[in-house]
């Protein structure tokens, strides 16, 4: 898997990264999810840089420009919830984009740290031969990614897998290592160093769909 790190330079995505990490700018709802919503532009024009490109010829009112547009067939695919801003993101810049939606959650069957991800909804267009955009703000210990990956083939075999990510623990990045393709791409803003206890990335920024839409019983 290739790994593109996007605050190995500096540029206003810091900003947005600060933002999202402060308790005191938290409590705004919308901050938060335009702020990952920005994110998802910011990485979307990052990973076009691997597409294929063609020549098109476009007329304009004074004759015709040549220029390269992208040929790429992209199904975008958020993790809900907290993957909504982040599509929001992506599809602002891929607005052509077939879309997939697929749940993932931790259910944690004995009541302590010990958790299972279920995936239980899935509305997909088919894959085959496609490039998927795979996007879940945290990346924490990656089995999320995996797991829906592997209730996506049944939908058919992309040409290529593109993951995007704001925050990731290097832990998360190990294991999506092993078990997804190599000529992958992962696209995140910034990586932490490690998990807790309970496999949240510390520092990181709490719970990403509790910030965004509100807090959620367990079931």
Known sequence: MHVHHLLQENSIANTFIAQLRDVKVQNDRLRFRKNIERLGE?????LSKNFSFGEAEVQTPLGTANLPLH???????SILRAGLPLHNGLLNYF?????S?????????????EFEILVEYLASPSLEG???ILADPMLATGRSFVNVLQALETMGR????????????????EHLQENF???SHLWVATIDEKLDERGYIVPGLGDAGDLCFGSKMQH
């Not at 607005?95 to 879309?99: G, P």
């Not at 993932?104 to 740290?113: G, K, Q, S």
């Not at 992309?158 to 925050?167: D, N, Q, T």
């Open 95 to 99: 607005d052509a984009a077939d879309n």
């Open 130 to 132: 496609k490039t998927l």
């Open 158 to 173: 992309p040409k290529e897998i593109h993951l995007v990510s704001v925050i990731a623990a290097r832990e998360g990045i």
């Open 42 to 46: 910011i990485l979307g024009y990052e």
């Open 181 to 183: 393709p190599e000529n």
């Open 71 to 77: 040929k790429e067939e992209l199904v975008i695919c």
């Open 101 to 113: 939606f697929i749940s993932a959650y931790r259910h944690h069957p004995n009541d302590n740290e």
